[in-house]
């Protein structure tokens, strides 16, 4: 397991805009990473996933979820040791705490296993935001 450090989080009107940040302290690439998101009284939800790994042709695949396709957008730095979560035209029903998964499998690279949490192994412990109307 991978310690996960997420930081971004803040209060913000609709329409407007957070990055967040999730460093790990693997030192070595992480082949998958993801943000969910968890609102009171809610099951957490998948809200994107990026894989990378040059060694076997891939190279970077996404992923979002329906209700962030438009206005989030997942990348990860060169080191493939941070990953960033830019999040625009930001609504009240985005509000959450959102937190960063990390895994050396291969859920990220499938459209359905990638939101399942079970598939996940490291979790960081939440950045909180939260979007006033």
């Known amino acids: 397991q991978y310690q996960l450090v997420e930081s971004g989080g803040g209060s913000v009107q609709a329409g407007g805009s957070l990055r967040l940040s999730c460093t790990t302290s693997?030192?070595?690439?992480?082949?998958?990473m993801a943000w969910f998101r968890q609102a009171p009284e809610k099951e957490r939800e998948g809200v994107a996933s990026?894989?990378?790994?040059?060694?076997?042709?891939?190279?970077?695949?996404?992923y979002l979820g329906d209700s962030v396709r438009g206005r989030f957008t997942i990348s990860r730095d060169n080191t493939k040791t941070t990953m960033y979560l830019q999040m625009d035209s930001l609504k009240p029903e985005d509000t959450a705490m959102y937190f960063c998964?990390?895994?050396?499998?291969?859920?990220?690279?499938?459209?359905?296993?990638?939101?399942?949490?079970?598939?996940?192994?490291?979790w960081g412990k939440g950045t909180q935001v939260t979007v006033s109307s």
């Open positions: 998964a990390a895994d050396q499998g291969l859920a990220c690279l499938n459209a359905y296993r990638w939101r399942q949490t079970s598939e996940w192994k490291s």
């Open positions: 693997s030192g070595i690439p992480i082949t998958c």
């Open positions: 990026i894989y990378h790994d040059s060694t076997i042709g891939i190279g970077e695949l996404r």
